[in-house]
């Protein structure tokens, strides 16, 4: 800690949770081309721990840790499927200087250049549907070389074992037909699951009639080898938040020392902000007279989406944030845990794959909005987020977030440093 300003240091690596209080979570869901709205959240967030005087309600100031600040600095676990894994992976991966890759500002950025390129928009045309439809018959509809350079050149060797805070980052093996986990604890452990970052982005993002499905190989230096047969991590947790939890759980199993005993298995000590890329829930996309007429191909594509795709990966985030909410809510402790969702895209907005530039500025937007939008909850009977009473805004209770992660990332410092020498 920085004793002449009270700033948390921000060039030192965040302590482990057994120097503090809480246990920190930020969880990235999947959603393609979406992935600009969380990206525009997590900038607002990384601004606030940023700034130099922080208002929440206009009720105090408090002087946070200034520019240098990062969100890794910030999260024990950044968690994140597909899209979410790509954010992940550009706020945990070291670069030279054993930094996070990207501040957070720049995430818009890196989509708004690289989103066309990634989903190639064909030019519209009389034949454009009957192209679509034979397309999703015959494979997937982008060949993933542009996506896999690019992270390729981003990440370079970097491993998962290799990241300046925890990730936690899920896939699914179709050939063993089970969820695969990747994550920095896990890596630590066994060898043969401390891939790349670049494998993981790429076979984490091979979302079914989208990317194609990615194989590779891991092995652990001594004759010891494993094959990877991947497709998108939203097949199994589209929203990553209970995973990051349960990984943390089974440290605390495992004796790490990083948690004091027990604390990972209370909730009410987690700290969580999981961030949705949206949803067409409110638009009510499908009916059910509809989805009674079609075949396979039309599960696979109708007017522009791909409708069975759309109903496993929202389905999966729901289930998730239900199960969190009620959760949180039987151990009292609600304001510990943050969702951040809008269920209202409309049109091509709620597409994983329009990577237009109008298209892009309109997600933009939509993450500026959500921002201003009153905390919500899920309801568990219907389904809808609705507006907590007394919540603030998501900007409000971000800027109260930041002041609690600022605050505890100051306590670990504090503790760390006092901690006595043990001579042996």
């Not at 004793?3 to 240091?9: E, F, N, V």
């Not at 928009?121 to 060949?143: E, I, W």
């Not at 695969?180 to 970052?197: C, D, G, Q, R």
Request: glycine share 8%; net charge negative.
């Amino acid at each position: 800690m920085d004793s002449s300003t009270g700033t948390a240091d921000t060039t030192v690596p965040q302590p482990p949770p057994s120097t503090g209080k809480l246990i920190t979570i930020l969880s990235i869901d999947g959603g393609g081309i979406r992935g600009l709205i969380p990206a525009t959240i997590i900038a607002f967030l990384e601004a606030k721990l940023q700034a130099r005087t922080i208002f929440f309600k206009k009720k105090y100031s408090q002087e946070l840790d200034g520019p240098d600040a990062r969100i890794a600095d910030y999260f024990d676990v950044i968690a994140g499927t597909s899209t979410g894994a790509l954010l992940t992976s550009m706020l945990a991966a070291p670069d030279k200087n054993n930094r996070p890759l990207f501040a957070a500002k720049d995430l818009n950025t890196f989509y708004l250049e690289n989103g066309p390129k990634i989903f190639p928009q064909k030019t519209a045309g009389l034949l454009t549907p009957v192209a679509k439809l034979l397309g999703a018959v015959r494979g997937p509809k982008y060949d993933g070389v542009f996506l896999h350079n690019k992270i390729k050149s981003l990440t370079h060797d970097v491993r998962v074992a290799d990241t300046v805070t925890n990730v936690v980052v899920p896939a699914f093996d179709v050939k063993s037909l089970q969820p695969v986990i990747f994550s920095t604890y896990e890596a630590k452990h066994e060898p043969l699951m401390n891939a790349h970052m670049s494998d993981i982005c790429i076979s984490t993002s091979a979302a079914p009639t989208y990317f194609p499905t990615h194989f590779f190989t891991t092995d652990d230096g001594k004759g010891g080898s494993r094959e990877y047969h991947l497709v998108d991590g939203g097949v199994a947790a589209n929203n990553p938040t209970m995973v990051a939890m349960s990984m943390l759980t089974k440290e605390v199993l495992r004796h790490n020392p990083d948690f004091n005993p027990g604390k990972p298995s209370d909730y009410r000590n987690y700290l969580i902000i999981s961030i949705g890329t949206g949803s067409a829930k409110m638009a009510e996309k499908y009916t059910a007279p509809e989805c009674a007429k079609w075949g396979l191909v039309q599960w696979l594509y109708n007017g522009g989406f791909t409708p069975i795709i759309d109903i496993f990966s929202h389905a999966s985030s729901d289930m998730v944030d239900i199960h969190a909410a009620v959760l949180f809510e039987a151990l009292h402790c609600e304001k510990n845990y943050l969702r951040i969702q809008d269920d209202s895209l409309m049109g091509v907005t709620s597409s994983v794959d329009i990577a237009t530039t109008e298209n892009m500025e309109a997600l933009i937007g939509i993450g500026q909005e959500l921002l201003k939008k009153p905390v919500s909850r899920v309801n568990i009977d219907t389904g809808v987020y609705e507006p907590v009473n007394g919540e603030g805004t998501n900007e409000e209770e971000l800027s109260r977030f930041a002041k609690i992660l600022s605050d505890e990332r100051r306590l670990r410092q504090s503790n760390l440093y006092q901690l006595p020498v043990i001579h042996h």
